[in-house]
């Protein structure tokens, strides 16, 4: 007879495709199949889905999967078909028909695995049809929804305490990749699972590489980035507002890149055909606010870019663990400036937030502003903002490059004075431009107009160019030695901190602005597989030479099955499967079920076709 971990890894090999479970998976595994609850912290991409996936399959009774987004239900329930299991979705987008054949097969017991919207679980038909079944377990996915403090804030979340009062013998495992201590603590209690045990994974990212840049000319420098190290290839661009998310896509048309806008403003049907054309599409790029993303399982988008600063840690995490789900290299790139902390602290200034959320929020954005300024390792100040201590990973740009760091304390002390002194002068405050020409000595018509060519501080600052200067402005703002009057025309003011630098009681190390962020040649970059994230379900680079021919004819065949299957390409098979096979060139059956992410269905589906393909490409 098998046992509960035998019967575990023959799921795994011969329904997913994979020799080994990584990381704590094994034991979740074992904590769900036992009854317990639990609430699992793993990044995107790590795998977080067999931890529900496999249990269901083992539990008797029929998995029940709550995601907040029917993409990415979809999207799953493809995958889990081509791998042979037994799954369906319930949610808004099903007509009345399909809706009542999915209801019949869970009656009848004819699927393994349930996706349902919270919203559609909540309803009292839904509650009573499965309190009337047994049931393997609840998944909740996207759990950090529940949180009130992120922007992923679903109320709907709050309200699944029910399922510990409906259903208290059924296990439940609630699953996120964003969630700092008090969002965990958040969750737990929530969701009513106090007595839950918690499996945190490491939260590195190893084959991301992190770069952040002072802004410059935005688009210009994302158009760079783009073509010169990722033409051709899934992307996603960040934006703050529906406005920049249209002039940025339309831009990037009009240079050839295939780029499509989504943001909240456009109608629901245009939002879900760019949705739908970037995840089954390759080589698409999508320009969006953060209303895009969360769930998308889209494993191979080669980087993720942000064209405006992000509002919180948490948030960027997030939105750059979406690049890269594969496991194979991929960036995480990001130009930012004064005007970005201005208009965001602007934005927190005027919300109707409470007082405890304003805090809240403004913590997070200066810890978001320290990882920008930071002159140590990203992925050391990224992974130490949730608890994790790493070695450097000579990989981001501050490894590759490290940045110069410079006593600013003269610099400050006379930026300082320049705004004292041009105020004193005029009997009001001046924005950043004018500042900076006083300092350069620039007889601007407005600073003649104002006398500020006579007041002691113009041209004291010649040794700085003007970039220079709005390098020490944002850096000074970012903390807090003087702030931006957004009431007076952005006007610049002095803060209480200021004195002690103007006293010479404070010195300040600045760090010297870098004009580009660090550019590279288009390459297949090897990833440390020592320090890859632990999952199922992305493999790493692929050791070894690859045969190009090989790969190129297996793409195309993906897609044309695909096609033919009305499912994305990376549910047949991820880039990571085919990079594999392209490497290993496999000449029998027995051979390919060794290649990582082939399962037995997918073996007796498509081994022929693979075998023949490796045969007629490679040659022998």
């Known amino acids: 007879m098998l046992t509960e971990d035998s019967r575990a890894r023959r799921i795994l090999s011969e329904v997913f495709g994979y020799a080994a479970f990584r990381g704590q998976q094994e034991q979740i595994i074992d904590h769900t199949c036992g009854g317990g609850d639990s609430l699992v912290l793993m990044p995107t991409g790590g795998g977080k889905s067999l931890c529900y996936q496999i249990p269901a399959l083992m539990r008797p009774g029929l998995g029940v999967v709550i995601s907040p987004l029917i993409a990415l239900m979809q999207d799953q329930v493809a995958a889990l078909r081509e791998a042979g299991v037994r799954a369906a979705a319930l949610n808004s987008a099903l007509g009345w028909p399909e809706a009542q054949k999915v209801e019949r097969q869970v009656r009848a017991g004819e699927l393994d695995l349930l996706y349902v919207a919270p919203e559609r679980l909540l309803q009292e038909r839904t509650l009573a049809m499965l309190g009337a079944l047994p049931l393997a377990l609840f998944a909740i996915d996207e759990a950090h929804c529940v949180s009130q403090w992120g922007h992923d804030f679903r109320p709907e979340y709050i309200q699944l305490a029910v399922l ?336 002690e630098v103007l006293r010479g009681d404070r010195v300040l190390r600045l760090r010297r602005q870098r004009a580009q962020a660090l550019g590279r040649r288009k390459e297949r970059r090897p990833v440390d597989t020592a320090r890859v994230a632990p999952s199922g379900e992305a493999v790493g680079a692929v050791a070894g030479p690859e045969n190009e021919a090989v790969y190129q004819a297996l793409r195309t065949w993906r897609m044309e099955t695909a096609r033919e299957h009305g499912v994305p390409a990376y549910t047949v098979f991820h880039d990571s499967t085919l990079h594999a096979i392209a490497t290993e060139l496999p000449r029998s059956l027995e051979a390919l079920h060794g290649v990582s992410g082939v399962g037995v269905t997918k073996l007796e589906r498509y081994g022929k076709q693979l075998l023949a393909i490796v045969e007629q490409t490679a040659g022998s």
């Open 164 to 499: 510990a009062e409906r259903f208290p013998e059924v296990p439940r495992i609630a699953l996120t990749a964003t969630a700092d201590a008090a969002t965990r603590k958040e969750i737990l209690e929530r969701l009513g699972l106090r007595e839950a045990r918690v499996f945190i994974s490491s939260f590195d990212r190893p084959n991301i590489r992190y770069r952040v840049a002072e802004k410059a000319n935005p688009r210009k420098q994302l158009l760079d980035f783009i073509n010169k190290e990722h033409p051709g290839e899934s992307g996603i661009v960040y934006c703050l507002s529906r406005a920049t998310v249209e002039a940025v896509a339309a831009f990037l048309e009009r240079q050839g890149v295939a780029a499509l806008p989504y943001h909240a403003g456009l109608d629901s049907a245009t939002r879900e055909d760019h949705q739908e054309r970037f995840i089954r599409e390759d080589g698409r790029v999508m320009v969006a606010t953060i209303a895009f993303g969360m769930g998308i399982d889209k494993p191979d988008v080669r980087f993720v870019a942000h064209l405006d600063l992000p509002k919180s840690v948490e948030g960027y995490y997030q939105e750059t663990g979406r690049a890269g789900r594969d496991g194979l290299p991929a960036d995480a790139w990001m130009v930012y400036g004064l005007s970005d902390v201005v208009q965001l602290r602007w934005m927190l200034e005027q919300s109707e937030a409470g007082a405890d959320h304003k805090r809240v929020t403004a913590t997070k954005l200066d810890a978001m502003l320290g990882y920008c300024e930071s002159v140590e390792c990203r992925r050391v100040r990224l992974l130490d903002y949730f608890g994790e201590a790493i070695t450097p990973c000579g990989n981001c740009d501050n490894c590759l490059v490290p940045p110069e760091v410079w006593d600013g304390t003269e610099a400050a002390r006379k930026l300082m004075s320049c705004i004292y002194r041009c105020q004193e002068a005029s009997g009001f405050g001046f924005g950043a431009q004018q500042i900076i020409d006083v300092l350069l000595g620039k007889r601007t018509v407005k600073v003649e107009q104002h006398g500020h060519e006579r007041i002691s501080t113009f041209g004291i600052g010649a040794e700085l160019d003007a970039g220079q200067w709005r390098s020490v402005v944002r850096q000074l703002v970012m903390q807090r030695l003087i702030e931006v009057d957004h009431e007076r025309f952005n006007v610049l003011r002095l803060t209480a901190g200021s004195r």
